[in-house]
């Protein structure tokens, strides 16, 4: 019988529990002494008591990983391990009670690894009878903003027939004490002045005051929950969203979500309602599913959302006004979405604007593609840094073409002379600023032909071949050929082919020539149109010379678009 009601006893506490045995522990004397009320809330530290403390628990979840807590009720008792229930918790290092029951009597061990090896701790839960409480009804108190307020210790109400020294203080774990940055607060004996009081001062307040007796000296605990509140409105909800009558513009047969935000004022107690109705008749429609979202209340009051959902929109829908109403103590307000048809301009919206930008990406790819040649040009001159000076070669292009001998008539070779002696040199020269080396011309004679045609392309940036049948046919091969190979050699040495008149590929050819006319550019010569200097012959020319950049105090943005726009 006696097992059985302990059993009892253990159950009603909150204090799930199982055997253990704790080495060492046995012969330490108890440290810490409370008294608590029966039905109230109350917070256990594992701390070591300390005169200067300014805090009664610790909340971090690091310390509460650490702690372990036991409790037995008689000496005679065996120990057992404390584990969580309903009115039972862990926080941080503390055990709070939520509420103690004076069953919850006895002797708690706690622990908390490489600190307390082991702490214990007598605890006393009294009746308010017979700790002869008076006036002591509910440790709830509600407090106004905004006006002076006092907080009393709950427990300075009880052992009347003893006096009391100063109680201390904590809020939250923290011991309350004056502050310059708060002079609105103020401690006298047992009480908390607050003028104003701010909703910062909502929380949990647990005072502490010493009672001894002939033997122990007694903390007695007792904490009181603070709510700050504000004067109830003397205003009916206000409608957010709707506000009046909203028109909607929705598709038919698409699942559609009424939203009703509603802006509440402060009441204590609330009687709020808000709901949606369909032609002032609530719900009559199972369709018409409805929920609840409440945000945080404040002082201010709260908002609140409510939303109504259709599976589908239907014709029946569209022909009926969704009332949104809203109620509290002072008053009620509407609001009104009526349902429009929306028309099907999006999707030919996305349909034109998609062909436009397809049509605008083809219009500037067809562009480039026709202006390549101009835009690599205009960026050249304005952007690329010019590092043909650096590489220490002493010509941009050497000429190689057909030469001429006393033998040989015809105006078709005396038309390729010109144009390698003359027009070439004139346009790439005079105009572009390009430095051409032509054998005739710019070397010195008394040398071997090879050897001085191999120094002259090395020397040189390009080689312009101007091939036409006395080029492909004859001695000027050579120069082709020893392009090719200086070319392999070195880099920075390019071919620009210039086709001068039609030719057959004779078969004696080399094949490293063969090769290089079959994948190497050529830029076509016409004669009865390539001549004038703004043909596009000499742009192709210029793309595949050297870069020769412009000086940047000489660049103009407007000569820049200019010449832009002169290409659409």
Same mark, same amino acid.
């Given at each position: 019988?006696?097992?059985?009601?302990?059993?009892?006893?253990?159950?009603?506490?909150?204090?799930?529990?199982?055997?253990?045995? &704790?080495?060492?522990?046995?012969?330490?004397?108890?440290?810490?002494?409370? +008294?608590?009320?029966?039905?109230?809330?109350?917070?256990?530290?594992?701390?070591?008591?300390?005169?200067?403390?300014?805090?009664? =628990?610790?909340? /971090?979840?690091?310390?509460?990983? @650490?702690?372990?807590?036991?409790?037995?009720?008689?000496?005679?008792?065996?120990?057992?391990?404390?584990?969580?229930?309903?009115?039972?918790?862990?926080?941080?290092?503390?055990?709070?009670?939520?509420?103690?029951?004076?069953?919850?009597?006895?002797?708690?061990?706690?622990?908390?690894?490489?600190?307390?090896?082991?702490?214990?701790?007598?605890?006393?839960?009294?009746?308010?009878?017979?700790?002869?409480?008076?006036?002591?009804?509910?440790?709830? &108190?509600?407090?106004?903003?905004?006006?002076?307020?006092?907080?009393?210790?709950?427990?300075?109400?009880?052992?009347?027939?003893?006096?009391?020294?100063?109680?201390?203080? =904590?809020?939250?774990?923290?011991?309350?004490?004056?502050?310059? /940055?708060?002079?609105?607060?103020?401690?006298?004996?047992?009480?908390?002045?607050?003028?104003?009081? =701010?909703? *910062?001062?909502?929380?949990?307040?647990?005072?502490?005051?010493?009672?001894?007796?002939?033997?122990?000296?007694?903390?007695?605990?007792?904490?009181?929950?603070?709510?700050?509140?504000?004067k109830n409105t003397i205003h009916p909800p206000n409608l957010l969203y709707p506000n009046g009558v909203v028109i909607l513009e929705v598709e038919v047969g698409k699942p559609l979500e009424l939203e009703c935000r509603v802006q509440f004022g402060f009441e204590t107690v609330s009687p709020m309602r808000v709901t949606w109705k369909r032609n002032n008749e609530e719900n009559?429609?199972?369709?018409?599913? !409805?929920?609840?979202?409440?945000?945080?209340?404040?002082?201010?009051?709260?908002?609140?959302?409510?939303?109504?959902?259709?599976?589908?929109?239907?014709?029946?829908?569209?022909?009926?006004?969704?009332?949104?109403?809203?109620?509290? /103590?002072?008053?009620?307000?509407?609001?009104?979405? !009526?349902? @429009?048809?929306?028309?099907?301009?999006?999707?030919?919206?996305?349909?034109?604007?998609?062909?436009?930008?397809?049509?605008?990406?083809?219009?500037?790819?067809?562009?480039?593609?026709?202006?390549?040649?101009?835009?690599?040009?205009? =960026? +050249? /001159?304005?952007?690329?840094?010019?590092?043909?000076?650096?590489?220490?070669?002493?010509?941009?292009?050497?000429?190689?073409?057909?030469?001429?001998?006393?033998?040989?008539?015809?105006?078709?070779?005396?038309?390729?002379?010109?144009?390698?002696?003359?027009?070439?040199?004139?346009? &790439?020269?005079?105009?572009?600023?390009?430095?051409?080396?032509? &054998?005739?011309?710019?070397?010195?004679?008394?040398?071997?032909?090879?050897?001085?045609?191999?120094?002259?392309?090395?020397?040189?940036?390009?080689?312009?071949?101007?091939?036409?049948?006395?080029?492909?046919?004859?001695?000027?091969?050579?120069?082709?050929?020893?392009?090719?190979?200086?070319?392999?050699?070195? @880099?920075?040495?390019?071919?620009?082919?210039?086709?001068?008149?039609?030719?057959?590929?004779?078969?004696?050819?080399?094949?490293?020539?063969?090769?290089?006319? +079959?994948?190497?550019?050529?830029?076509?010569?016409?004669?009865?149109?390539?001549?004038?200097?703004? *043909?596009?012959?000499?742009?192709?020319?210029?793309?595949?010379?050297?870069?020769?950049? *412009?000086?940047?105090?000489?660049?103009?943005?407007?000569?820049?678009?200019? +010449?832009?726009?002169?290409?659409?």
């Amino acid at each position: 019988m006696v097992t059985l009601c302990w059993i009892l006893t253990l159950f009603v506490s909150g204090v799930e529990v199982r055997e253990i045995n &704790l080495p060492g522990c046995s012969h330490v004397e108890p440290q810490i002494w409370y +008294r608590a009320i029966n039905g109230e809330e109350f917070v256990l530290q594992c701390a070591l008591p300390h005169r200067d403390a300014t805090n009664i =628990y610790n909340n /971090s979840l690091l310390n509460q990983h @650490k702690v372990k807590w036991f409790w037995h009720q008689k000496d005679t008792e065996t120990l057992k391990a404390i584990k969580e229930s309903s009115n039972l918790t862990f926080q941080g290092d503390a055990l709070w009670f939520k509420p103690i029951r004076d069953s919850a009597s006895g002797m708690y061990i706690c622990r908390i690894w490489e600190k307390i090896p082991c702490l214990k701790i007598v605890l006393d839960v009294q009746t308010k009878k017979a700790a002869k409480c008076s006036g002591h009804d509910t440790n709830i &108190l509600y407090l106004l903003a905004g006006s002076g307020n006092s907080i009393t210790c709950p427990g300075t109400k009880c052992y009347n027939h003893v006096k009391k020294p100063d109680v201390k203080w =904590y809020k939250d774990g923290h011991q309350i004490k004056y502050r310059k /940055s708060r002079p609105s607060l103020k401690l006298k004996q047992h009480e908390i002045y607050l003028n104003p009081t =701010y909703d *910062k001062d909502a929380g949990t307040y647990v005072c502490d005051y010493t009672l001894s007796d002939s033997i122990t000296n007694w903390t007695v605990r007792t904490a009181v929950t603070v709510i700050v509140i504000a004067k109830n409105t003397i205003h009916p909800p206000n409608l957010l969203y709707p506000n009046g009558v909203v028109i909607l513009e929705v598709e038919v047969g698409k699942p559609l979500e009424l939203e009703c935000r509603v802006q509440f004022g402060f009441e204590t107690v609330s009687p709020m309602r808000v709901t949606w109705k369909r032609n002032n008749e609530e719900n009559v429609n199972e369709k018409l599913n !409805q929920e609840t979202i409440v945000y945080p209340k404040g002082l201010k009051g709260h908002t609140l959302l409510h939303v109504a959902a259709l599976k589908e929109v239907t014709e029946n829908d569209l022909r009926s006004n969704f009332t949104c109403f809203a109620q509290n /103590s002072v008053g009620n307000a509407t609001a009104v979405i !009526q349902l @429009k048809r929306k028309k099907r301009v999006l999707f030919l919206y996305v349909l034109c604007s998609a062909i436009s930008t397809l049509f605008a990406f083809v219009l500037c790819t067809v562009f480039i593609y026709q202006h390549w040649i101009e835009i690599v040009l205009m =960026y +050249r /001159s304005y952007v690329v840094h010019n590092k043909s000076t650096e590489d220490g070669k002493e010509f941009d292009a050497f000429v190689s073409y057909a030469k001429l001998n006393s033998s040989e008539s015809g105006s078709a070779l005396i038309s390729e002379e010109k144009f390698a002696l003359e027009l070439l040199p004139d346009m &790439l020269e005079n105009k572009y600023g390009y430095k051409l080396c032509i &054998l005739e011309r710019d070397i010195l004679p008394g040398g071997a032909y090879t050897d001085e045609v191999v120094t002259a392309i090395k020397h040189s940036r390009r080689v312009i071949i101007i091939l036409s049948p006395a080029y492909v046919s004859g001695p000027s091969i050579f120069e082709l050929q020893a392009a090719v190979n200086c070319a392999l050699e070195d @880099k920075g040495i390019k071919l620009v082919l210039i086709k001068f008149q039609d030719f057959q590929k004779p078969e004696t050819l080399p094949p490293v020539v063969k090769k290089a006319l +079959r994948i190497l550019p050529i830029v076509t010569w016409k004669s009865s149109i390539s001549a004038a200097p703004h *043909k596009k012959f000499w742009k192709y020319m210029c793309y595949h010379m050297p870069v020769k950049t *412009k000086r940047l105090e000489n660049f103009s943005l407007k000569g820049f678009f200019q +010449r832009l726009f002169r290409l659409v």
